[in-house]
């Protein structure tokens, strides 16, 4: 069955898991009437998982954090991550579903972001943006140098196709102290990354991709830097849960208003990417913040596409 229509069967299980989240099938869905035909092009976006897009138009393709490997780490399990799991790298499973691609966006360094990276960029050779620690990760983990870009946050970098601007951003945190998994940077290249607690968050990134006459704010986590986005204009954002009460309402007061919210990292990652999502967290939260806004909120399914 195609994952372009309406979650059924399986997937409608896990949507079923997420309440009233308002799963949307966006079959033949366009913004076309909604701007100029001569500066709009088609732009088709496909969700693997995690924070995991791929935004294409005509030729150019952008990935964000492409980590489709999805190894058993028990994130979310009541134990937690076990922080010495072995990282892990198949081929194949990222070939089944990758090909191509002109700029890769790294949001953070943690292994869920950050861990397929290097394979992907020698598959296809494309300019990987990134912070200096994720740089001096990925040079330990054998990326090509050349094909590193470390950026902080205010850089505007044309593209063939598509326009990146750079923007500095917050990880989410939780608990009583309000922390995040594997804190910290690295100044020169250390040892070879090998287990998922060697891969530090070192600085978070916001992008915004203007493609094909489509501007979307990408956002890996559920928090943000409201001095950097403030006024900002977007179509879509890539906003993730987990930052409610009052985070993602103040993201939305921050930023001019936006027509299309999409959720992101919202699905239990042990789970293999061939299977349906099933969301780590009650989606409901999230979408009452957007749609108070008068935004529309869209989720959509592992390896499912839509066309704006």
């Known amino acids: 069955m195609s994952r372009r229509g309406m979650l059924t069967g399986a997937a409608a299980v896990g949507a079923a898991a997420v309440g009233a989240a308002g799963v949307v099938g966006l079959e033949g869905s366009s913004e076309a009437a909604t701007a100029p035909a001569a500066k709009r092009e088609p732009v088709e976006l496909t969700w693997f998982g ?5 935004l294409k138009c005509g030729k150019s393709v952008v990935l964000t ?27 194949e499973v990222i070939d089944k579903h990758l090909s191509t691609a002109d700029a890769i966006l790294v949001h953070h360094g943690h292994y869920d972001h950050m861990a397929d990276v290097p394979y992907v960029a020698k ?4 300019t990987v943006l990134c912070t200096e620690t994720h740089a001096n990760l990925l040079r330990a983990m054998r990326t090509p140098n050349e ?22 951003s917050l990880h989410s945190c939780s608990g009583k102290r309000h922390t995040y998994a594997y804190p910290g940077y690295r100044y020169d290249v250390p040892q070879r990354p090998r287990v998922i607690e060697d891969l530090v968050e070192g600085g978070t ?4 991709i203007t493609i094909g006459g489509l501007r979307i704010l990408s956002l890996s986590t559920a928090n943000f830097d409201p001095n950097a986005l403030r006024d900002l204009q977007v179509d879509v954002i890539f906003a993730a849960p987990g930052g409610e009460p009052g985070i993602t309402d ?3 007061q921050t930023i001019k208003p936006v ?10 990652f042990d789970k293999p990417l061939d299977d349906p999502g099933i969301p780590w967290t ?3 939260p999230l979408r009452q913040s957007v749609e108070r806004t008068g935004a529309e909120f869209v989720v959509l399914d592992h390896l499912q596409q839509v066309t704006l």
Do not use: C, M, N
């Open 50 to 54: 995690t924070h995991a897009w791929q």
């Open 65 to 91: 954090d492409p980590w489709l490997t999805r190894f058993k780490t028990g994130t979310f399990t009541p134990e937690g991550a076990d922080p010495k799991t072995k990282l892990v790298i198949e081929p």
């Open 123 to 126: 598959k296809t050779q494309a």
């Open 147 to 168: 094909l590193l870009s470390p950026v902080r946050g205010g850089e505007y970098l044309p593209f063939d196709g598509f326009s990146i601007e750079v923007f500095p």
């Open 205 to 208: 990134l916001a992008f915004v």
């Open 250 to 252: 103040r993201l939305l």
């Open 259 to 268: 027509r299309k919210v999409i959720a992101t990292h919202w699905d239990d």
């Open 282 to 284: 009650d989606l409901t």
